[in-house]
């Protein structure tokens, strides 16, 4: 029994680590395009040993969107993915299904914290309706969100780039065959989150009117 669970482990992380499977959990949703172009906040950790480029359409206007962009964070507006497991890690996620007005308010050099024992994440960019710009204030991780107007709605894309805190062979291997993989599972649900929310807006605004994703229409 323990010959083949042994057995059965190394094929999992076989799987995890080839390449097919890396380029499904490290670029879910996104082009070709978008994969390989040069995105804002690329800059800012150029030589990243990890880099993911995943992305959805939202049928609904940039504007719609946004808002729960700004919000999110711990403490805030949650993730959007499965708070359960965010707060396993003490991250006191709690994704919330409105705008919350007095969250609205995002500037750079803000930061929003990530837990106990991580380092907060500081507002590089906050260019409104276009690009947000985190980064952690080790240096180590730079995640920034990228909206386009598209026929029918919006393109967010998320690139995030990582240097795992753990140097050599051994930590970056476990990165990317535990870490990577499981991130897949967490920001697929919070694109996926943003999209339903976004869509939800978009329809409030079509029946009340572009008033309702002015910042008078939000907090109403």
């Known amino acids: 029994m323990k010959t083949w669970t042994l057995v059965a482990a190394a094929g999992l992380v076989a799987a995890a680590v080839s390449a097919p499977a890396r380029r499904w959990y490290l670029t879910w949703g996104a082009t070709t395009d978008e994969i390989a172009e040069e995105l804002p906040g690329d800059d800012l950790l150029p030589d990243a040993d990890l880099v993911s480029t995943r992305a959805v359409t939202i049928a609904a206007p940039p504007s719609a969107v946004w808002p729960w962009l700004i919000q999110m964070g711990s403490g805030r507006g949650g993730a959007y993915t499965y ?117 939800r807006l978009g329809r409030t605004a079509e029946t009340e009117g572009p008033s309702a994703l002015t910042a008078e229409g939000l907090s109403s």
């Open 83 to 199: 708070d359960w497991i965010e707060n396993l890690f003490g991250l006191n996620m709690h994704s919330a299904d409105e705008i919350v007005p007095e969250l609205q308010h995002l500037a750079v050099g803000d930061e929003l914290p990530l837990g106990k024992d991580a380092p907060p994440m500081r507002v590089e960019t906050c260019d409104e309706n276009r690009t947000l710009i985190f980064r952690s204030v080790d240096g180590l991780w730079v995640w920034a969100f990228v909206l386009r107007p598209v026929a029918g709605g919006t393109r967010l894309i998320s690139r995030n780039r990582v240097m795992p805190p753990a140097a050599g062979f051994v930590g970056t291997f476990i990165y990317n065959a535990v870490m990577a993989p499981g991130s897949l599972v967490m920001e697929r649900r919070m694109l996926i989150g943003i999209k339903m929310r976004a869509e």
